[in-house]
């Protein structure tokens, strides 16, 4: 089994900066994604941010410029940087990692942008 434990959220301000950190541990073989999922109030469950290796990078349009994702293989930790935040970037962020074991998530984290 995968466990993926994620920290940084919290609340911030319009145009401030989070960092979200997600770290992973146990049966960690072949590890491909990892990336960061979101949901909002009522909203879909959506993508954010996925890093396969250490170079190949997607991001949603909606966070692109703004947002950057890394990965320590070292420390088997992926990064989300989010900068210029916005209020519509409040949601529970969701950790995600995808091995040959399978697709893993985090319990999620709240970011909330309000001033």
């Known amino acids: 089994q995968v466990q993926l434990v994620e920290d940084g959220g919290g609340l911030v301000q319009p145009g401030g900066s989070l960092r979200l950190s997600c770290a992973a541990s146990?049966?960690?073989?072949?590890?491909?994604?990892m990336g960061w999922y979101r949901q909002a109030p009522g909203k879909q469950h959506e993508l954010v941010a996925v890093?396969?290796?250490?170079?190949?990078?997607n991001y949603a349009d909606s966070v692109k410029g703004r947002f950057t994702i890394s990965r320590d293989d070292a420390k088997n930790t992926v990064y989300l940087q989010m900068n210029s935040l916005k209020p519509e970037d409040t949601a529970v962020y969701y950790c995600?990692?995808?091995?040959?074991?399978?697709?893993?998530w985090g319990q999620g984290t709240q970011v909330t942008v309000s001033s």
């Open positions: 995600h990692l995808e091995s040959i074991l399978g697709a893993f």
């Open positions: 146990g049966s960690l073989f072949s590890i491909d994604v």
């Open positions: 890093i396969r290796g250490q170079s190949n990078k």
